[in-house]
């Protein structure tokens, strides 16, 4: 048996997802990009090539690592680049897409040999939580003004927009997607790309992907346009679990149930956005799983199983593939989890293990 703990990805699941973005893309004649900010656990590529058109990047290293390890079209984004960053971005990309118009008049000089793009704020998103809302209030996210975008129109050759976020509600995408036609349409009737990026839940149960195929390519047509999409959630999700073990179990007015994990280094987001961990279980035994940080409020969630918990015991925390492993860290010096591929037929290879040196490397 493979130790605990570590991440492990099922390439069956993964096909799934592959295969609504497939039948997305050829409806509509959309091109999806994976957004490697949300997951970029490369021994998993080999899965996704040959449905996703490529990547696109927020930093100069996702970026590399898009095009060493993906390949295919490859899109640079950065909220800012640096003077040093530039020239290496530029020769690892087929398209780069600039923040400000500020960025883009400075850069666009070294940027001439591909194509160049703009990131646009469209003053609305899906977003209620206001840290990952790209549309809050003085959000530097992109640039708002059209009067300002058309001046610089004949330096570029596209947009991206990104506004969604986890939204599964097709009609508030038709609604939303209608404003931005509204708002910027004379300025997208003059490029020629449009991404519209991530957070588009369309590989979630009951998604309406035909609904959305023909909205994207109504929008592609309209505007003559080539759209992309840059899903990092939709295309993950529900492809990977964190498999912990029990270590000990105490009961101090409740029963809980220390695993040799911890939220805080590798599940962080959990925190951030105040959510519980998922896990598939039930029955009449309750405790409470949590982490081994010193944290205390190190807790992946309040849980019910079949049967009493004892140490040793296998738990399998779900969602574990979104932004979730480009986020592991070492607080704590907590044993980082291994990165273990599922065959469809149930085969489990270790593609990595962490140790000591790893994570003395990170700190000196
Ligand atoms: C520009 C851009 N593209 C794509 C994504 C991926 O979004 P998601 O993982 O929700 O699909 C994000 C997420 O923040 C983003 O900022």
Known sequence: MIPTPYYRIDLAAIAKNMAVIDQLCAASGAKALLALKCFATWPAFDAMRDHMAGTTSSSLYELRLGAEKFGKETHAYSVAWAEDEIDEAVGHADKIIFNSIGQLERFEDRASSIQ??????????????????PARQFSRLGEWDPAKIEAVLDRISGFMIHYNCENADFELFDR?????????????MRVEWVSLGGGIHFTGKGYPVDKLAARLKAFADRFGIQVYLEPGEAAITGTATLEVSVLDILDNGKRLA?????????????????????????????????????????IFGDFTFANELKVGDRLSIADAAGYTMVKKNWFNGVKMPAIVLRDPDGTERVMREFGYADYAASLG
């Open 116 to 133: 160049r793009g703009l990131r646009l704020n469209p003053g609305i998103s899906t977003s209620g939580f206001d840290l990952a809302d």
């Open 258 to 298: 220390i695993v040799d994990s911890s939220v805080e280094a590798h599940m962080l987001d959990l925190l951030i956005y105040r959510l519980p961990a998922k896990m598939e279980t039930s029955g009449s035994h309750s405790y409470q799983i949590c982490g081994k940080s010193c944290l205390a409020g190190d």
């Open 176 to 188: 939303q997607l209608a404003e931005i036609e509204a708002r910027f349409g004379d300025l997208m």
